[in-house]
């Protein structure tokens, strides 16, 4: 008898744990495009029992398309960066919805100065080609990219115009302008923070296409496989919760307790963190029972994480000319004190304004009237809790003061903006890798993306996001593949 009731306990046991390992539990904490994309991975290889965590009110993340008057605009990512090896770009592709648009490194673009000068085309040329190749510096000795770049620029530009006072002048004033454009790219508040070295890899290809309707949500749609049949949608819907903000991640060998900020709490076999590094650095020490280990630590460290601001205007009718798609905006040093007087409204950083923070404007595709103004550096987010009104008149008074002479600018209407620094579930926009910790043949990345494993080696909290992947972090082709990682690795622990 009592062997019986042995085997039969053995028989449960053996049965449960095959159950468990067919169909574990697992708990995603963000529902942006890695948390997004690990869940429907999961679910489509018959993991069912999933819950996704989001502190927002909506899915999507750092991915955020929002309808603007009569269109739609991504006051997050926005372009897809390259073709092969890009999973956006796959997905997207073949059912026709991305096209080719005119990003800010484009050919296509007009420098202008603040005294209202369109910049001579020789120094325009020779300023975007800089632009283009801004990356292509010395990598050797651990320099910033800053300096690098510098470097690189006063041998190839500066130089070339020592004889010419007024383009030395110009080209020297540019500098400004240069910085505050590159940071956009690299998501930095200066160009002294990031390595001139990196390990990212652009994917071959056009960088920046666009979405030719409906704008950057729907790879989330497509992931979902509510696009382009709403029929087949995945069952994910009643596993999203949303305004669940998880303040507590407690594992051990047997599983994981996550804990939200309302006091609900959600146990599984398994979680996988999507939050971004800006969140990780900011909670580090509580989110986490035990605490990270120093590894992880380190990886948080290395990885730099602030941010840009996007604000999106409306014009109700059209100054521009037909071929116009991006504007450049150039300081000149002068000018930049000046301002104060002109528009003082607003907060400043060393006596300089915070409209001078703005650097380009750039068309919407497919939205007739719509730019995107981009602002960058260190006054971001202070810029970021400047009441609409200040924002847009502030950027009324730049355009016109840059452009005023050659076009008849109007004042636009309607604003946008985006706040992803100051929002405490971002607290940054794309991640790049410190100056001083850059190593060619070692990736932080990788070491963010390892997980936490119990006392046999499976894994228990698994780390996805576009700061976990190590060559194509910063962006959501990088995000998504890291998703489907981590949910592969959930998934290998059934064979
Ligand atoms: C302004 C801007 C422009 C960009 N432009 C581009 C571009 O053109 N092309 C490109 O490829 N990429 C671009 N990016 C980068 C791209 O958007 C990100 O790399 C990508 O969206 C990151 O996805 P993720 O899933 O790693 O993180 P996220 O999108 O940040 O998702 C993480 C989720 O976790 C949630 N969360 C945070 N904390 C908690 C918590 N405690 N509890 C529960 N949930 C939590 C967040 O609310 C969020 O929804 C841009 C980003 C920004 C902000």
């Known amino acids: 008898?009592?062997?019986?009731?042995?085997?039969?306990?053995?028989?449960?046991?053996?049965?449960?744990?095959?159950?468990?390992?067919?169909?574990?539990?697992?708990?995603?904490?963000?529902?942006?495009?890695?948390?997004?994309?690990?869940?429907?991975?999961?679910?489509?290889?018959?993991?069912?029992?999933?819950?996704?965590?989001?502190?927002e009110d909506r899915i999507g993340g750092?991915?955020?398309?929002?309808?603007?008057?009569?269109?739609?605009?991504?006051?997050?990512?926005?372009?897809?960066?390259?073709?092969?090896?890009?999973?956006?770009?796959?997905?997207?592709?073949?059912?026709?919805?991305?096209?080719?648009?005119?990003?800010?490194?484009?050919?296509?673009?007009k420098i202008y100065d603040s005294k209202g000068s369109a910049i001579d085309s020789e120094l325009a040329l020779e300023l975007k080609s800089t632009l283009n190749t801004y990356d292509d510096v010395d990598t050797t000795g651990n320099a910033s990219l800053g300096d690098a770049f510098l470097k690189k620029y006063n041998v190839t530009v500066l130089k070339k115009y020592t004889n010419e006072e007024q383009n030395l002048e110009v080209a020297t004033d540019a500098i400004k302008m240069l910085q505050d454009l590159i940071v956009m790219h690299e998501g930095s508040f200066t160009w002294q923070q990031p390595a001139a070295g990196r390990h990212y890899t652009a994917c071959e290809?056009?960088?920046?296409?666009?979405?030719?309707?409906?704008?950057?949500?729907?790879?989330?749609?497509?992931?979902?496989?509510?696009?382009?049949?709403?029929?087949?949608?995945?069952?994910?819907?009643?596993?999203?919760?949303?305004?669940?903000?998880?303040?507590?991640?407690?594992?051990?060998?047997?599983?994981?307790v996550v804990r939200c900020s309302d006091n609900s709490s959600f146990t599984a076999d398994h979680?996988?963190?999507?939050?971004?590094?800006?969140?990780?650095?900011?909670?580090?020490?509580?989110?986490?029972?035990?605490?990270?280990?120093?590894?992880?630590?380190?990886?948080?460290?290395?990885?730099?994480?602030?941010?840009?601001?996007?604000?999106?205007?409306?014009?109700?009718?059209?100054?521009?000319?037909?071929?116009?798609?991006?504007?450049?905006?150039?300081?000149?040093k002068r000018d930049l004190f000046k301002i104060i007087d002109e528009f003082p409204d607003?907060?400043?950083?060393?006596?300089?304004?915070?409209?001078?923070?703005?650097?380009a404007i750039v068309k919407v595709p497919n939205n007739a009237n719509v730019f995107v103004?981009?602002?960058?550096?260190?006054?971001?987010?202070?810029?970021?809790?400047?009441?609409?009104?200040?924002?847009?008149?502030?950027?009324?008074?730049?355009?016109?003061?840059?452009?005023?002479?050659?076009?008849?600018?109007?004042?636009?209407?309607?604003?946008l903006r985006s706040q992803w620094n100051t929002n405490p579930n971002f607290l940054g926009t794309y991640s790049y890798e410190k100056v001083g910790y850059f190593k060619e043949d070692f990736s932080y990345q990788a070491q963010l993306a390892e997980p936490l494993v119990d006392n046999k080696g499976k894994p228990i909290v698994l780390f996805a996001g576009e700061a976990t992947h190590p060559t194509l972090y910063s962006t959501v082709h990088g995000a998504i593949s890291s998703g489907l990682r981590e949910a592969g690795r959930i998934m290998d622990l059934k064979k």
């Open 346 to 359: 607003g907060p400043r950083k060393d006596g300089v304004s915070w409209a001078s923070f703005i650097s």
């Open 205 to 256: 290809g056009d960088q920046a296409l666009t979405w030719k309707r409906g704008g950057y949500r729907i790879i989330l749609d497509i992931l979902m496989k509510s696009y382009p049949n709403p029929d087949q949608k995945l069952p994910i819907d009643d596993k999203i919760l949303l305004t669940k903000k998880v303040n507590k991640v407690i594992w051990n060998d047997n599983g994981v």
């Open 1 to 55: 008898m009592m062997s019986r009731l042995v085997y039969l306990f053995l028989f449960l046991v053996y049965n449960f744990n095959i159950a468990l390992a067919k169909n574990p539990s697992v708990i995603i904490v963000g529902a942006g495009p890695s948390g997004i994309a690990a869940a429907t991975k999961l679910l489509e290889n018959s993991v069912t029992n999933i819950t996704i965590l989001e502190a």
């Open 373 to 415: 103004v981009w602002v960058s550096g260190e006054l971001v987010p202070e810029i970021e809790k400047v009441s609409e009104d200040v924002l847009l008149r502030g950027c009324n008074y730049v355009i016109k003061k840059f452009l005023g002479k050659d076009y008849n600018v109007t004042d636009a209407d309607k604003i």
């Open 62 to 109: 750092r991915i955020h398309t929002v309808e603007f008057g009569d269109t739609f605009v991504d006051l997050g990512a926005e372009y897809c960066h390259g073709e092969k090896g890009n999973i956006v770009f796959t997905l997207a592709n073949n059912l026709g919805l991305l096209e080719h648009s005119d990003p800010l490194s484009s050919e296509n673009n």
């Open 271 to 332: 979680v996988i963190v999507t939050t971004s590094v800006g969140v990780l650095e900011k909670n580090k020490a509580s989110l986490f029972e035990p605490s990270l280990p120093k590894e992880k630590l380190n990886a948080i460290e290395a990885t730099g994480f602030n941010g840009i601001m996007k604000i999106i205007i409306r014009y109700p009718q059209k100054w521009w000319k037909d071929d116009d798609v991006n504007f450049f905006f150039l300081w000149r």
